[in-house]
Each structure stands twice: as structure tokens, then as C-alpha cells.
């Protein structure tokens, strides 16, 4: 199962708005919830998603959040540093893979 802290890193290939987050695992019955960060480095890391809804799966196999109302930001730039992080709640996920969905800004 995921765990935990357990990461995927990637960089925004140019400036952008993320216009959708899709969380998607190969198990039918998969849970999990992820955190989206993103800062310059890697030491300057934050979370993206604020008070607002995280991309999360509950006993299912994809979900997406088109809604980012309460996000401290949606607005990437080239370069930057962007990361998903397994939240706290227990994952019951072998794998899940987040998706980001960009319009270049």
C-alpha cells in the first residue's frame, strides 16, 4: 500500500494554470488522498492546495477535482518544482498516479 510521505516529483515544462487534477490507481477499490505542492526547489516546497478539496480516491479507481476554490494557487512556472505527497489518511493504493491537466498561461 502507499504509505505516508510517499512522492512523485515533476517539473512544469512551461508557465501554466492546472485546470484539472485526476488521482487514478489500477485497483477498483483504491483509497487514497494527495497533497499537490510545488516550489522553485526542492527546499522550498508548498502545499498548493490549502483549505481547498485534494484530489482523492474513495473505493474507486479515478477521481478529479476541477473545483480549486481555497487553493493558495494554481499558477505554475516554467520550471518549477511540482509534487504529489500520499496524505495522512490511510491508503489502501498499491500505486496511484496523479495527472495534471495545464493551459499554458
Known amino acids: 500500500d502507499l504509505l505516508e510521505n510517499d ?18 490507481s489500477r485497483e477498483t477499490g483504491a483509497t487514497a488522498t494527495v497533497d499537490i505542492l510545488a516550489g522553485s526547489d526542492m527546499a522550498h516546497l508548498a502545499s498548493i492546495t490549502g483549505t481547498g478539496t485534494k484530489p482523492a480516491l474513495s473505493n474507486a479507481q479515478e477521481a478529479s ?36 491537466e495545464v493551459e499554458r498561461s
Open 7 to 24: 512522492y512523485g516529483i515533476a517539473k512544469a515544462p512551461y508557465a501554466c494554470n492546472i485546470k484539472k487534477a485526476t488521482l487514478i
Open 65 to 100: 477535482v476541477t473545483s480549486f476554490t481555497n487553493y493558495g494557487t494554481v499558477a505554475l512556472t516554467a520550471g518549477q518544482i511540482v509534487q504529489a505527497k500520499v496524505g495522512a489518511s490511510p491508503a489502501v493504493a498499491n500505486k496511484a498516479w496523479l495527472l495534471l
